[in-house]
């Protein structure tokens, strides 16, 4: 049973941290948004433009996809505040949490690659 305590605390932790860092991303998508109506209040043309209106509509995707994985990482604490410390490690939890850490990787992936890009896009239009 000890076993299962540690266990569930420290995915518990990893949930908390994931979330903490989804909160910072979908903040840091504010502040990108910011930035690009300020680059679309210049009127600098299309060649500024069409990237823009790209970026603006990959915001809103990864805004939804944040909050879908906030909803998630919620679920999961829910699940761990409610488990059953009978239950085997290898069972629901774990399962569970496997498919989330990969969706996470591959989340913060896409949303470094995402910030170069903009943070270049920056860099040229600012």
Known sequence: MQTKISYLSDLKFNLETWRRELRFHFNEMDTFEEKLEEIAGREFGKRATIPLENFQNRIMIEKAAISKLMHRCKN????????????????????????????????????????EEMMQYFLEWL
């Open 76 to 115: 999961k604490l829910n699940n761990i505040h409610t488990a059953d410390y009978n239950e085997n490690i290898d069972g629901r939890l774990r399962t569970e949490q496997h498919t989330l850490k990969d969706d996470m990787r591959t989340y913060i992936k896409m949303h470094y690659e995402l910030k």
